[in-house]
């Protein structure tokens, strides 16, 4: 075995040995698909009452998923349902105004949906996301605030989680929302925060 032939050996080994330090970081570097984990999801909204103060509400049942590349950072593919009926505000003769046509119509449209059209960063853990909400049936572009909180395995048990928090404001006259409107009595603007962990794929 001539010099060469050893020196030729040598550089194929090290560089074997580079490729598979280098695979997990690859792996690692991938999109990977999330579920919003329904335990940790919180939906909130806030609209003003005839100038007085801001009722606060929940929506109690949702689901969702979404892609995610923590290295790029970048984020695709987003869908989230929620469900219209399970408006909350801890007052139920209100609660169930809220699910009449003259707000949400929960009966004709029971799911309230956004699909994820687009994505620019504002900052390294910041961004706004672009989409479509269909609320009453109506369909309308909608952009959130979105700030990533945080990734990584969880202290209990052996998943791993990422932390968002998604924030945006809607009129409810776009989606034909328009009950109280004169005089103010009920606002137009809707304040809506989202906060949620999600379970990626293993």
């Known amino acids: 075995?001539?010099?060469?032939?050893?020196?030729?050996?040598?550089?194929?080994?090290?560089?074997?040995?580079?490729?598979?330090?280098?695979?997990?970081?690859?792996?690692?570097?991938e999109p990977r698909t999330y579920h919003i984990d329904p335990e940790h999801f919180g939906i909130a909204f806030k609209v003003m009452h005839i100038g007085y103060h801001r009722v606060p509400g929940l929506f109690l049942k949702g689901e969702g998923s979404f892609v995610f590349d923590e290295?790029?950072?970048?984020?695709?593919?987003?869908?989230?349902?929620?469900?219209?009926?399970?408006?909350?505000?801890d007052h139920e003769a209100r609660d169930g105004h809220l699910r009449s046509g003259d707000f949400l119509d929960a009966e004709a449209h029971p799911r309230i949906t956004f699909?994820?059209?687009?994505?620019e960063p504002t900052g390294e853990r910041t961004g706004i996301v672009r989409g479509d909400l269909t609320l009453r049936g109506v369909t309308r572009p909608v952009d959130l605030d979105v700030t990533w909180n945080k990734s990584g395995r969880y202290?209990?048990?052996?998943?791993?989680?990422?932390?968002?928090?998604?924030?945006?404001?809607?009129?409810?006259?776009?989606f034909g929302s328009v009950y109280a409107l004169d005089g103010d009595l009920v606002g137009d603007e809707v304040a809506i925060e989202i906060e949620?962990?999600?379970i990626r794929e293993e």
């Open 155 to 174: 202290p209990w048990g052996d998943h791993y989680v990422t932390g968002i928090t998604a924030r945006t404001t809607i009129r409810r006259s776009d």
């Open 115 to 119: 699909v994820m059209t687009g994505a």
């Open 1 to 29: 075995m001539g010099p060469r032939f050893a020196r030729a050996r040598s550089d194929l080994v090290r560089l074997c040995a580079l490729a598979a330090c280098l695979l997990p970081l690859a792996a690692a570097a």
């Open 196 to 198: 949620l962990e999600a």
């Open 71 to 89: 290295e790029v950072p970048a984020l695709s593919d987003l869908r989230v349902t929620i469900e219209a009926a399970s408006v909350f505000t």
